[in-house]
C-alpha cells in the first residue's frame, strides 16, 4: 500500500510546482507593478522608498482624470444596453420555438467571440463613416455593446437551460399567463445571471483598447487609449499607480460576478425539488 501512496505524493508535488510557476508567470508581474506604483522614484527601474506620489498625480491630472470618467460612462452605458440585448436573445434562443434562421441568428450574435477585435474595429469604423456619424461617446458605446453583448447571452442562456421549466408550469397551472410566470418565477432565479453577464460586460468595456481606437473621436479618448498613447512615450510611475487602481476595480468586479454566479446555482439547486 506504501507505493501507492508514494506515487501519488509524487505527483500532487508536481502538480504543486507548476500551479507555482504557472502563477508566477501570470501574476508576478502585475504584483511587481503595483509595488512599484508606490515607488517615489521618477524613474521607474529605481526604487526611492514607498510614496503615494503618482497617485496623487493622477489625481491631480485633469486629462487622466477625464479619460477614466469616459471609460467609466462607455462601460456603464454599454454594459446596461448589452444586458438588455444579450438577456432578450438568450430568452429568445432559450425559450423560443425554432424559427427560421435561427442557426444564422446564434451565428451572428456570437461571432464577435471568436472574430478578430480588429477586424470588428474596422468593419464598425466603416459602418460609422458610411452614415456619417461623429465618432465620440456614442460610437464607441455602440461598439462597445456590440462587443460584449454576446458575452452576456451566453451567460444567461447558460442559466436559463439549467432552469426546471416545471417552475413555470406549475405557476402557469396556478392561473398566470407566460409572461406574468416568468417575471414572478423564473426572472428571480436568472436575476444573479444577469447581474453577472452586466459585470462581465462593464469589465470588457473598461479594458478595450482595439475596437475603442478604431471608433472614438477627439474629445473622447478613452483610458486605455490614454494609457497607451503615454506608454509609447515611455512608463511613466503615473501609469503604474493607475494601472494599480484598475486592477483594483476589475479584482472587485469579479469577486462580486463569481458570488452572484453562485447564488444562482444555489438558487437553482434549491428550486430543484419544488
Known amino acids: 500500500m506504501a507505493r501507492?501512496?508514494?506515487r501519488l505524493t509524487r505527483l500532487t508535488r508536481f502538480n504543486m510546482t507548476s500551479l507555482a510557476l504557472g502563477l508566477a508567470f501570470l501574476y508576478l508581474p502585475i504584483v511587481i507593478l503595483v509595488i512599484y506604483s508606490f515607488n517615489a522614484s521618477r524613474l521607474v527601474t529605481v526604487w526611492g522608498g514607498w510614496s503615494?506620489?503618482?497617485y496623487r498625480e493622477f489625481f491631480g491630472d485633469r486629462a487622466m482624470l477625464e479619460a477614466?470618467?469616459?471609460s467609466l460612462?462607455?462601460?456603464a452605458v454599454s454594459a446596461t444596453l448589452a444586458t438588455l440585448l444579450g438577456t432578450l436573445a438568450a430568452i429568445g434562443l432559450a425559450r423560443g420555438e425554432r424559427f427560421r434562421g435561427r442557426a444564422l441568428f446564434s451565428g451572428m450574435l456570437y461571432s464577435p467571440l471568436v472574430m478578430p477585435e480588429v477586424i470588428s474595429g474596422l468593419s464598425l469604423l466603416l459602418l460609422f463613416v458610411a452614415?456619417?456619424?461623429?465618432?465620440g461617446f456614442w460610437t464607441v458605446t455602440i461598439a462597445?455593446?456590440?462587443?460584449?453583448?454576446?458575452?452576456?447571452?451566453?451567460?444567461v442562456q447558460s442559466r436559463l437551460a439549467t432552469l426546471d421549466r416545471s417552475l413555470e408550469e406549475a405557476a402557469m397551472?396556478?392561473?398566470c399567463d407566460p409572461v406574468r410566470a416568468f417575471l414572478l418565477v423564473t426572472l428571480p432565479l436568472i436575476v444573479p445571471a444577469i447581474v453577472a453577464g452586466w459585470m462581465l460586460a462593464f469589465t470588457l468595456s473598461l479594458d478595450d483598447v482595439v475596437i475603442a481606437s478604431f471608433t472614438t473621436g477627439p474629445g473622447s479618448a478613452t483610458l486605455p487609449i490614454r494609457i497607451y498613447s503615454e506608454v509609447r512615450l515611455g512608463v511613466k510611475p503615473e501609469i503604474n499607480a493607475i494601472c494599480t487602481l484598475g486592477i483594483v476595480l476589475i479584482a472587485v468586479i469579479i469577486v462580486i460576478a463569481s458570488f452572484a454566479s453562485k447564488l444562482s446555482s444555489a438558487r437553482g439547486e434549491s428550486a430543484a425539488p419544488l
Open 4 to 6: 501507492p501512496v508514494t
Open 52 to 54: 503615494l506620489r503618482w
Open 68 to 70: 477614466a470618467w469616459m
Open 73 to 75: 460612462s462607455v462601460a
Open 131 to 135: 452614415l456619417n456619424a461623429e465618432r
Open 144 to 155: 462597445h455593446t456590440t462587443l460584449t453583448m454576446c458575452f452576456v447571452t451566453v451567460v
Open 173 to 175: 397551472d396556478l392561473g
